[in-house]
């Protein structure tokens, strides 16, 4: 119960979305309940309908009521419950709906735009997985306890209010299978499946190991001791999922082992109290086969609270996910109308969890129409600069400014200064017109057309069945690595930021796709002012200035010529790249 | 319904039988239950005393115990040898995939290997739980239950005995076309899933341009297009549920009915009309069981057919060919006049590959994106096999392929992000040789340039690395790799595939500056595109388009005014 209330205590997730489809889940409950009571009626009034018509009544009025009765229940129970899936997956597809926005507007909000790991990719996996999850635990755990509940009352209070000593007995009998028995299963499964969650957590990690080394695994020839770190997890799993089954079968014998106690109750009962005269004793088989089929809901109960650890798990860390939200932006809407300069001025950073400075004291200035390049070894601070650049950072003392405006308060009109081609420009799901048009949602058809002809690739996309229709697959798996280079560059021309942010996007080109997309970017954006961060030397005569970064300062600075001919370093690391 | 396969598991068909036996006696218990139970209604319902009751009442609780014992027996008794099959078939899996080695995993993507391991051998061992049993008890129960009805009165049989093929009939034509359509369904689900994660993915692309708010409201209306779209097909969809549901409840109802109107008329006497309707239930119950199991045994059967598809791969044979050798001075590796085709594939990727490398050379091979050099790699490495048999040889022996245990033992192999295992940064140095000393791995990290590397961990060599620990940098990966290679002193080949290619260029110099050393008395293959390399190889092997067009040493092909020319020219094009 303690977990109960922690769990839900800062919940964002579970809570409002019961509220706000308060009118739908009560009809799918009450769907639910009329189901199974149909379904105990049904027995209910077969069992007084054979037994009346046993006693040979001289007329058929006597029997017509339960006869009516019998097609009325026996049609209603399908009908209800073909009601109650609809609208117990309408309600669920309601919410995940709901859910989805919410995932992504937490997303969104703690989004960069210049980012490299592609780790943070799984993490938004899990949390898809988790809003799936969380709709099961309406589907399979809350909904069918709920109802269970409620036939629970039911037959409680309807044998009470005919002999409350036999009702109470009903409340004790029956209330193991509804309440004392899902505690159980909670609290030996939750403890289990925390062990097992851990263990196959760990197994997950070293068979994702092994395969990812399995090159060196096979050249190595070490087979037994690739096979060997399997079978300790294995066997602990095994273990722990056999007390887990045998429990199970263990509890369902249980839960029929009070069916059987309370059917044997009710004839016990109905044969004290019901065989004063026959027509009483009618009703005895009616007692003693509607429970059968109204305990049908009992069943599930314990296996769907067994099942909450990992609902809990899923509830806890997406309200976590959405809780250490900190860096909710106040985006300011300044605009500038004309790009004039962009400024760092005594720029120092350092990550809120970091101890170190990655930039320290950083000035320069790019104007108009300016290209500069940024080299460094990975990690000197390149990303970060970018990322101060562009906002999504803001600097621990001094500022970055455009046009003498700190970039802070540009956030809204960002897109209409800053343009970003990256190591991996992202093509959505979708086709080559519609992904071009993210570029500009204004963008007319010949205007793609013809960006799309600007960076070369109209004869590709024409020659294709759907031209400009073509679905370019997940990721953009469609087209080579200097394809969707090219195509996020003509989204680039159509967004038509007057600065372009250049980040690393040849890295995984190689030299000649490398020198042309580089030939073409330049002489495309010849107009644009580029900050072009780069990891080597190839396509450096395009720009003016080339800062080289070392712990988070500037340690080599000038037009490509001066350094060419001024700094040794410079000279080998150029020829190098040269092939010389 | 049936699937053929389950039966050519170990053991399947003896474990069959003795469900088979066990459901047999359940049913008989399924019914004296209903009996029984009859039995004391309908003393209770003559109005005879509470003490009449007691003998039918025991004998109807202990059926009914006994019922449901089976139940919980049948488990148990198929519990262990379906863990030992599917506990056989995860290692057997394994071993495979160790067997067919990485090229079978790019094909079918790690995370898909690894959930098969895990998760999918699972659902096939709930698959094999509920299926067996069911299919078993679909098969038996309700026929002796219809048995024994028939001998209690023929004519309300006929009326079960019909209704059954039909709900079968119904379930079939119905089930098939809904579930058809519900299968469909699930795959839309998977790809609004997918497009889900693909949204969230391409977030910095979406704040890049700028549209990552409005874009909230979009995944919003996608969503529910889709709800109302799944909406209609449920609506088909659960109409088998609802047609099995509506004939078995309805079916009750109608015996019921028939029922009464047959005792109104003294045709039956009470016991035998309670009897049926009491067994009435379960006559239904083993189909709505096996069609509320529908979708567990889908994933199950799903992934079953997974693991056997990979279980069936063809393996390469001819491992052991080769005989055990060290490559030394005078050993010869020779290819001749080699074509490769990829599978599935129409067009070769490679022909009429001939060379011929001996003693300890530093072969450089070179060639756009696209022109054979990994695929040239990945054959010398045995990775992949040629088209035809004896087209390589070694030491002057022919070998079908390079897939051969004794040549795996004479060579490492340096891709462009070498693996870090999640282990300590020693254990990842002496992969390959378990058995270095402490000394000899600090050794073998200082000759590879780690030792300012090492200064800057906690707990320097016995550091944790790699995934979840301390990740490493593609510069440092490399120097491990090289470490592996000064370490092991047994291994006198190096194939290096393209390891500099994501390195920024000073951190390529610095590394060129420790890998030059490790090339020193051994066969060095050394696939690049950065072409400062070639300056360091004895000869060079040039690919364009799958063909090996130019082989000599650099002075050579420099003079000749080829592909090798050409390629440098473009490299060096812009002067400052």
Same mark, same amino acid.
């Given at each position: 119960?303690?977990?109960?209330?922690?769990?839900?205590?800062?919940?964002?997730?579970?809570?409002?979305?019961?509220?706000?489809?308060?009118?739908?889940?009560?009809?799918?409950?009450?769907?639910?309940?009329?189901?199974?009571?149909?379904?105990?009626?049904?027995?209910?009034?077969?069992?007084?309908?054979?037994?009346?018509?046993?006693?040979?009544?001289?007329?058929?009025?006597?029997?017509?009521?339960?006869?009516?009765?019998?097609?009325?229940?026996?049609?209603?129970?399908?009908?209800?419950?073909?009601?109650?899936?609809?609208?117990?997956?309408?309600?669920?597809?309601?919410?995940?709906?709901?859910?989805?926005?919410?995932?992504?507007?937490?997303?969104?909000?703690?989004?960069?735009?210049?980012?490299?790991?592609?780790?943070?990719?799984?993490?938004?996996?899990?949390?898809?997985?988790?809003?799936?999850?969380?709709?099961?635990?309406?589907?399979?755990?809350?909904?069918?306890?709920?109802?269970?509940?409620?036939?629970?009352?039911?037959?409680?209070?309807?044998?009470?209010?005919?002999?409350?000593?036999?009702?109470?007995?009903?409340?004790?009998?029956?209330?193991?299978?509804?309440?004392?028995?899902?505690?159980?299963?909670?609290?030996?499964?939750?403890?289990?499946?925390?062990?097992?969650?851990?263990?196959?957590?760990?197994?997950?990690?070293?068979?994702?190991?092994?395969?990812?080394?399995?090159?060196?695994?096979?050249?190595?020839?070490?087979?037994?001791?690739?096979?060997?770190?399997?079978?300790?997890?294995?066997?602990?799993?095994?273990?722990?999922?056999?007390?887990?089954?045998?429990?199970?079968?263990?509890?369902?014998?249980?839960?029929?082992?009070?069916?059987?106690?309370?059917?044997?109750?009710?004839?016990?009962?109905?044969?004290?109290?019901?065989?004063t005269t026959k027509m009483k004793a009618n009703w005895i088989a009616a007692f003693a086969l509607a429970l059968f089929p109204a305990t049908d809901p009992f069943l599930n109960i314990s296996q769907g609270a067994s099942e909450w650890p990992i609902y809990r798990r899923s509830i806890q860390r997406i309200n976590q996910f959405d809780n250490n939200d900190s860096n909710a932006k106040d985006d300011s809407n300044q605009a500038v109308d004309k790009f004039e300069n962009l400024a760092f001025k005594d720029?120092?950073?350092?990550?809120?969890?970091?101890?170190?400075?990655?930039?320290?004291?950083?000035?320069?200035?790019?104007?108009?129409?300016?290209?500069?390049?940024?080299?460094?070894?990975?990690?000197?601070?390149?990303?970060?600069?970018?990322?101060?650049?562009?906002?999504?950072?803001?600097?621990?003392?001094?500022?970055?400014?455009?046009?003498?405006?700190?970039?802070?308060?540009?956030?809204?009109?960002?897109?209409?200064?800053?343009?970003?081609?990256?190591?991996?420009?992202?093509?959505?799901?979708?086709?080559?017109?519609?992904?071009?048009?993210?570029?500009?949602?204004?963008?007319?058809?010949?205007?793609?057309?013809?960006?799309?002809?600007?960076?070369?690739?109209?004869?590709?996309?024409?020659?294709?069945?759907?031209?400009?229709?073509?679905?370019?697959?997940?990721?953009?798996?469609?087209?080579?690595?200097?394809?969707?280079?090219?195509?996020?560059?003509?989204?680039?021309?159509?967004?038509?930021?007057?600065?372009?942010?250049?980040?690393?996007?040849?890295?995984?080109?190689?030299?000649?796709?490398?020198?042309?997309?580089?030939?073409?970017?330049?002489?495309?954006?010849?107009?644009?002012?580029?900050?072009?961060?780069?990891?080597?030397?190839?396509?450096?005569?395009?720009?003016?200035?080339?800062?080289?970064?070392?712990?988070?300062?500037?340690?080599?600075?000038?037009?490509?010529?001066?350094?060419?001919?001024?700094?040794?370093?410079?000279?080998?690391?150029?020829?190098?790249?040269?092939?010389? | 319904?049936?699937?053929q396969r389950l039966f050519d598991l170990p053991g399947m068909k003896k474990n069959a039988a003795v469900i088979g036996i066990m459901i047999f006696i359940q049913a008989l218990a399924i019914i004296i239950q209903g009996r029984y139970l009859s039995v004391a209604i309908v003393n209770l319902w003559n109005i005879q005393a509470l003490s009449t009751i007691l003998v039918p009442t025991v004998i109807f609780g202990i059926a009914f115990a006994a019922r449901h014992l089976f139940t919980m027996g049948e488990?148990?008794?198929?519990?262990?040898?379906?863990?030992?099959?599917?506990?056989?078939?995860?290692?057997?899996?394994?071993?495979?995939?160790?067997?067919?080695?990485?090229?079978?995993?790019?094909?079918?993507?790690?995370?898909?290997?690894?959930?098969?391991?895990?998760?999918?051998?699972?659902?096939?061992?709930?698959?094999?739980?509920?299926?067996?049993?069911?299919?078993?008890?679909?098969?038996?129960?309700?026929?002796?239950?219809?048995?024994?009805?028939?001998?209690?009165?023929?004519?309300?049989?006929?009326?079960?005995?019909?209704?059954?093929?039909?709900?079968?009939?119904?379930?079939?034509?119905?089930?098939?076309?809904?579930?058809?359509?519900?299968?469909?369904?699930?795959?839309?689900?998977?790809?609004?899933?997918?497009?889900?994660?693909?949204?969230?993915?391409?977030?910095?692309?979406?704040?890049?341009?700028?549209?990552?708010?409005?874009?909230?409201?979009?995944?919003?209306?996608?969503?529910?297009?889709?709800?109302?779209?799944?909406?209609?097909?449920?609506?088909?969809?659960?109409?088998?549920?609802?047609?099995?549901?509506?004939?078995?409840?309805?079916?009750?109802?109608?015996?019921?009915?028939?029922?009464?109107?047959?005792?109104?008329?003294?045709?039956?006497?009470?016991?035998?009309?309670?009897?049926?309707?009491?067994?009435?239930?379960?006559?239904?119950?083993?189909?709505?069981?096996?069609?509320?199991?529908?979708?567990?045994?889908?994933?199950?059967?799903?992934?079953?057919?997974?693991?056997?598809d990979v279980l069936k791969e063809p393996e390469v044979k001819d491992r052991k060919v080769l005989k055990d050798f060290t490559w030394d001075q005078n050993s010869d590796l020779k290819f001749d006049n080699l074509d490769f085709t990829h599978r599935g594939s129409k067009k070769k990727s490679l022909t009429g590959v001939s060379f011929d490398v001996s003693g300890f050379k530093k072969i450089g091979i070179i060639g756009e994106s696209g022109s054979g050099k990994t695929t040239l790699i990945n054959l010398?490495?045995?990775?992949?096999?040629? !088209?035809?048999?004896? @087209? =390589?040889? *070694?030491?002057?022996?022919?070998?079908? +392929? %390079? /897939?051969?245990?004794?040549?795996?033992?004479?060579?490492?192999?340096?891709?462009?992000?070498?693996?870090?295992?999640?282990?300590?940064?020693?254990?990842?140095?002496?992969?390959?040789?378990?058995?270095?000393?402490?000394?000899?791995?600090?050794?073998?990290?200082?000759?590879?340039?780690?030792?300012?590397?090492?200064?800057?961990?906690?707990?320097?060599?016995?550091?944790?690395?790699?995934?979840?620990?301390?990740?490493?940098?593609?510069?440092?990966?490399?120097?491990?790799?090289?470490?592996?290679?000064?370490? !092991?002193?047994?291994? @006198? =080949?190096? *194939?290096?595939?393209?390891?500099?290619? +994501? %390195? /920024?260029?000073?951190?390529?110099?610095?590394?060129?500056?420790?890998?030059?050393?490790?090339?020193?008395?051994?066969?060095?293959?050394?696939?690049?595109?950065?072409?400062?390399?070639?300056?360091?190889?004895?000869?060079?092997?040039?690919?364009?388009?799958?063909?090996?067009?130019?082989?000599?040493?650099?002075?050579?092909?420099?003079?000749?005014?080829?592909?090798?020319?050409?390629?440098?020219?473009?490299?060096?094009?812009?002067?400052?």
């Amino acid at each position: 119960m303690k977990e109960l209330r922690e769990t839900f205590a800062h919940d964002t997730w579970v809570m409002p979305y019961l509220k706000k489809y308060k009118k739908l889940l009560v009809l799918v409950l009450f769907l639910g309940f009329i189901t199974f009571l149909c379904g105990g009626a049904l027995m209910f009034n077969s069992g007084y309908l054979i037994s009346m018509a046993a006693r040979m009544p001289n007329s058929f009025e006597y029997i017509y009521v339960p006869v009516v009765l019998a097609r009325a229940f026996g049609i209603g129970r399908p009908v209800f419950r073909y009601a109650e899936r609809l609208t117990s997956h309408n309600w669920v597809l309601r919410i995940v709906s709901d859910f989805r926005k919410k995932l992504y507007q937490s997303v969104e909000r703690k989004a960069t735009a210049i980012q490299r790991s592609h780790q943070t990719g799984d993490i938004l996996s899990i949390l898809a997985d988790d809003i799936e999850h969380i709709e099961n635990l309406y589907l399979t755990t809350v909904f069918p306890m709920v109802v269970g509940w409620l036939l629970y009352l039911f037959i409680v209070i309807g044998i009470a209010s005919l002999n409350w000593l036999v009702g109470l007995l009903m409340l004790l009998l029956l209330g193991v299978i509804v309440i004392l028995l899902p505690l159980v299963s909670v609290a030996t499964n939750g403890v289990r499946e925390f062990q097992e969650h851990q263990i196959q957590h760990q197994f997950y990690t070293n068979l994702t190991d092994q395969v990812l080394g399995l090159g060196d695994w096979m050249i190595s020839g070490r087979y037994n001791d690739f096979q060997a770190i399997q079978d300790k997890p294995i066997n602990e799993i095994a273990a722990l999922r056999k007390k887990d089954h045998y429990f199970q079968w263990w509890r369902n014998l249980a839960v029929q082992i009070m069916i059987l106690v309370s059917v044997v109750v009710l004839l016990i009962w109905t044969g004290k109290d019901f065989t004063t005269t026959k027509m009483k004793a009618n009703w005895i088989a009616a007692f003693a086969l509607a429970l059968f089929p109204a305990t049908d809901p009992f069943l599930n109960i314990s296996q769907g609270a067994s099942e909450w650890p990992i609902y809990r798990r899923s509830i806890q860390r997406i309200n976590q996910f959405d809780n250490n939200d900190s860096n909710a932006k106040d985006d300011s809407n300044q605009a500038v109308d004309k790009f004039e300069n962009l400024a760092f001025k005594d720029v120092t950073f350092q990550y809120k969890d970091g101890d170190q400075n990655i930039l320290s004291k950083l000035n320069f200035q790019v104007k108009a129409g300016e290209k500069i390049a940024l080299l460094g070894p990975s990690g000197t601070g390149k990303s970060t600069l970018l990322k101060l650049m562009i906002g999504d950072e803001n600097p621990t003392s001094g500022s970055v400014e455009v046009n003498g405006i700190s970039v802070k308060d540009l956030q809204a009109n960002r897109s209409k200064i800053f343009g970003v081609l990256d190591q991996k420009p992202y093509l959505f799901d979708t086709t080559v017109m519609n992904n071009m048009r993210l570029g500009n949602p204004k963008a007319s058809d010949q205007q793609v057309k013809d960006a799309i002809k600007a960076v070369g690739l109209a004869d590709l996309i024409e020659s294709l069945p759907k031209k400009y229709d073509t679905e370019v697959q997940e990721a953009g798996g469609r087209f080579s690595g200097g394809e969707r280079q090219r195509l996020s560059l003509a989204r680039i021309l159509l967004q038509d930021a007057p600065v372009i942010v250049l980040d690393e996007p040849t890295v995984s080109l190689d030299p000649i796709t490398e020198k042309d997309l580089l030939n073409q970017v330049f002489d495309l954006l010849k107009d644009k002012t580029i900050i072009w961060v780069t990891h080597h030397l190839a396509g450096i005569n395009h720009v003016n200035q080339v800062y080289f970064m070392e712990h988070g300062n500037f340690d080599m600075a000038g037009t490509p010529q001066h350094l060419y001919h001024t700094e040794p370093r410079f000279k080998q690391l150029y020829d190098l790249d040269r092939g010389k | 319904m049936i699937d053929q396969r389950l039966f050519d598991l170990p053991g399947m068909k003896k474990n069959a039988a003795v469900i088979g036996i066990m459901i047999f006696i359940q049913a008989l218990a399924i019914i004296i239950q209903g009996r029984y139970l009859s039995v004391a209604i309908v003393n209770l319902w003559n109005i005879q005393a509470l003490s009449t009751i007691l003998v039918p009442t025991v004998i109807f609780g202990i059926a009914f115990a006994a019922r449901h014992l089976f139940t919980m027996g049948e488990n148990r008794f198929l519990y262990p040898s379906v863990e030992k099959i599917t506990g056989d078939m995860r290692k057997n899996l394994m071993a495979k995939i160790f067997r067919l080695g990485p090229a079978e995993v790019e094909k079918r993507g790690t995370g898909n290997v690894v959930t098969m391991a895990l998760e999918g051998i699972d659902q096939v061992q709930t698959y094999l739980m509920l299926v067996i049993i069911k299919m078993m008890d679909m098969s038996i129960t309700p026929w002796l239950i219809l048995l024994y009805i028939a001998y209690l009165n023929i004519w309300q049989v006929l009326f079960l005995f019909i209704i059954y093929p039909v709900i079968i009939l119904f379930m079939i034509i119905l089930g098939l076309a809904a579930q058809a359509k519900a299968d469909r369904q699930y795959e839309g689900y998977t790809r609004l899933s997918n497009h889900f994660v693909d949204t969230l993915r391409g977030l910095p692309t979406l704040k890049q341009l700028g549209l990552s708010k409005q874009y909230a409201n979009n995944v919003y209306e996608v969503s529910e297009s889709y709800r109302k779209e799944t909406m209609s097909t449920l609506v088909i969809a659960l109409t088998s549920t609802f047609a099995l549901d509506f004939f078995t409840t309805l079916s009750i109802a109608v015996v019921a009915v028939l029922l009464g109107f047959d005792l109104m008329y003294g045709k039956v006497p009470l016991l035998p009309a309670l009897t049926i309707l009491v067994l009435a239930p379960d006559y239904f119950l083993p189909i709505r069981n096996f069609a509320n199991d529908y979708h567990a045994t889908l994933n199950g059967k799903n992934a079953l057919t997974a693991v056997l598809d990979v279980l069936k791969e063809p393996e390469v044979k001819d491992r052991k060919v080769l005989k055990d050798f060290t490559w030394d001075q005078n050993s010869d590796l020779k290819f001749d006049n080699l074509d490769f085709t990829h599978r599935g594939s129409k067009k070769k990727s490679l022909t009429g590959v001939s060379f011929d490398v001996s003693g300890f050379k530093k072969i450089g091979i070179i060639g756009e994106s696209g022109s054979g050099k990994t695929t040239l790699i990945n054959l010398i490495a045995g990775f992949l096999s040629p !088209d035809d048999p004896n @087209k =390589v040889s *070694i030491n002057g022996q022919v070998l079908p +392929h %390079l /897939d051969q245990q004794s040549w795996q033992k004479n060579f490492l192999y340096i891709p462009q992000a070498p693996y870090i295992f999640h282990d300590t940064l020693a254990n990842n140095i002496s992969f390959y040789v378990q058995k270095a000393t402490k000394e000899e791995v600090q050794t073998a990290a200082n000759r590879a340039g780690l030792t300012d590397f090492i200064a800057t961990l906690p707990d320097g060599l016995d550091t944790m690395i790699g995934e979840g620990a301390r990740e490493v940098s593609g510069g440092q990966a490399q120097r491990i790799a090289l470490a592996r290679a000064f370490l !092991d002193t047994s291994r @006198k =080949v190096l *194939i290096f595939d393209e390891p500099t290619a +994501h %390195l /920024d260029i000073e951190t390529e110099v610095a590394l060129k500056k420790d890998i030059l050393p490790v090339f020193n008395n051994h066969l060095v293959f050394f696939a690049t595109h950065r072409l400062h390399w070639i300056n360091e190889m004895d000869y060079v092997l040039v690919m364009d388009h799958g063909r090996l067009v130019e082989q000599g040493t650099p002075e050579e092909l420099s003079k000749e005014n080829g592909v090798y020319t050409a390629l440098r020219q473009k490299m060096e094009e812009a002067d400052l």
